[in-house]
């Protein structure tokens, strides 16, 4: 139960990376003001191109070591020779799937 608990909950931390200061309650503010969740800040960087690191959705703390030593460039490798599954960052962007996704959601509104 305990494990379920935290995989749960570093999902919840994670959604709370991606909402604005003013849609958290203030206790996760503090939380991510002192760096014990990662903030919206500071996980932006996991959605930008290549989106090549900072894969830790909690508090980021593992990011510069992960990044550092190349663990998830090893994932990756493993991952594609089990599957077969590329990741993006192999690639340039593409940013045609942002354009319709964005043309999506005008229509949407």
């Given amino acids: 139960p305990s494990f379920l608990l935290l995989v749960c909950m570093s999902q919840q931390f994670h959604a709370w990376s991606h909402m604005r200061k003013s849609e958290l309650p203030a206790a996760i503010i503090t939380l991510q003001d002192a760096n014990i969740l990662i903030g919206r800040k500071a996980h932006g960087a996991h959605h930008k191109p290549n989106f090549e690191g900072n894969y830790s959705i909690v508090s980021g703390w593992w990011n510069p070591l992960l990044d550092g ?15 077969g599954v590329e990741p993006r960052c192999w690639y340039p962007p593409d940013h045609d799937w942002a354009e319709q996704a964005q043309s999506q959601a005008q229509l949407g509104q």
């Avoid at 030593?69 to 599957?83: C, D, H, M, Q, S």
């Fill in 69 to 83: 030593i190349g663990f998830f460039r090893w994932l990756e490798n493993v991952v594609y020779e089990a599957a």
